[in-house]
Nanobody, 124 residues
Framework: QVQLVESGGGLVQAGGSLRLSCAASAPTFSTYAMGWFRQAPGKEREFVAAISWSGISTDYADSVKGRFTISKDNAKKMVSLQMNSLKPEDTAVYYC?????????????????WGQGTQVTVSS
């Protein structure tokens, strides 16, 4: 069983930055691909960013490309999401997810484990 715990959410003004972190309890964390998703009120959970098991491959939703950066530290068993130039439409609960298959995943059903989420609110 893998446990994921997100941190780093909060309230920030538009144009500001936040860094989300996700700590994993998996003994074989280095073999997992990781992803970040978000869910705004009344909307479905959507893909934000993904990183392969090695950290070499990454992908982003078009809406965050160039503003967000995902990274993975296998030694520390952590994945992070650096969010810059935040917009009010980035407001959502952000979830960290782990995928046993080591390649990138873009869909909710491709991930095996989920964190509890952390709230990000961007004020205009």
């Amino acid at each position: 069983q893998v446990q994921l715990v997100e941190s780093g959410g909060g309230l920030v003004q538009a144009g500001g930055s936040l860094r989300l972190s996700c700590a994993a309890s998996a003994p074989t964390f280095s073999t997992y691909a990781m992803g970040w998703f978000r869910q705004a009120p009344g909307k479905e959970r959507e893909f934000v960013a993904a990183i392969s098991w090695s950290g070499i491959s990454t992908d982003y939703a078009d809406s965050v490309k160039g503003r967000f950066t995902i990274s993975k530290d296998n030694a520390k068993k952590m994945v992070s999401l650096q969010m810059n130039s935040l917009k009010p439409e980035d407001t959502a609960v952000y979830y960290c997810a782990a995928r046993q298959a080591g390649g990138l995943g873009w869909r909710v059903d491709e991930y095996d484990y989920w964190g509890q989420g952390t709230q990000v609110t961007v004020s205009s």
